[in-house]
Structure formats: C-alpha cells, structure tokens
C-alpha cells in the first residue's frame, strides 16, 4: 500500500523560495504519476502541477515559470520546488498519486495529510 508524506511547508516573506517533498513509502513511486494541490481556507482544493510516471510534467497557468515539479526516483521522492512565492499561494499544499495524470483530485487514489505553506509580509 503505498502511503504518502509531504514536508517542506513553512512561513516565508513573498518573493522567498521553498521546496516541498512528498515522499513515499510501501511501493515505488516512480511507477505512478504524481500530483501537488492545494487548498487555501474557504476555497476548493485546487491543481497546481503533475509529474507521470514517465516523467511528462504538468502545470496549472498561474503557477507556471514559479513552480518546477521533479522526481527523485532513488529516493522515492517527489519535489515541488516553489519561486517567487506570493500571499496568494499561501494553502496546504498536498501530494497525491494514482496511475495517470488526471485534474480532478476526487480521481486520486493516494494522498498525503498536506504541509501548510503561509507567505505573508
């Protein structure tokens, strides 16, 4: 059973950097595509990049040229380094794995319990 846990969340200024890890555990996470969205109070859980098992990578507009989603396989690990940060990115971000790439979260089978990012000035 593979089992998902995300870390790297913190508090930063905006324009700062930080890079989420989502690691894994129980199975090889190279062999599913690998998802990051977030939530922020009072709003839906939103998609904000993929990765497939092939490494093929997705991004949601807003979020392109800031984020940058990479695997590393030899450490069954997932990263979403984040640029430029600002107060609107600030959600709990999660982790989610299932066989292909898809924009529905509710499509995902695997998840991780989320690390909460805050940019603030």
């Known amino acids: 059973q593979l089992q998902l846990v995300e870390s790297g969340g913190d508090l930063v200024q905006p324009g700062n950097s930080l890079r989420l890890s989502c690691a894994a555990t129980?199975?090889?996470?190279?062999?599913?595509?690998v998802a990051w969205f977030r939530q922020a109070p009072g709003k839906e859980r939103e998609g904000v990049s993929c990765i497939t098992a092939t490494n093929v990578t997705f991004y949601t507009d807003s979020m392109k040229g800031r984020f940058t989603i990479s695997r590393d396989s030899a450490k069954n690990t997932v990263y979403l380094q984040m640029d430029n940060l600002k107060p609107e990115d600030t959600a709990v971000y999660y982790c989610?794995?299932?066989?292909?790439?898809?924009?529905?979260?509710?499509?995902?089978?695997?998840w991780g319990q989320g690390t909460q990012v805050t940019v603030f000035s």
């Open positions: 989610a794995a299932d066989t292909i790439c898809k924009r529905d979260p509710s499509n995902f089978h695997y």
């Open positions: 129980g199975d090889r996470l190279r062999l599913y595509a």
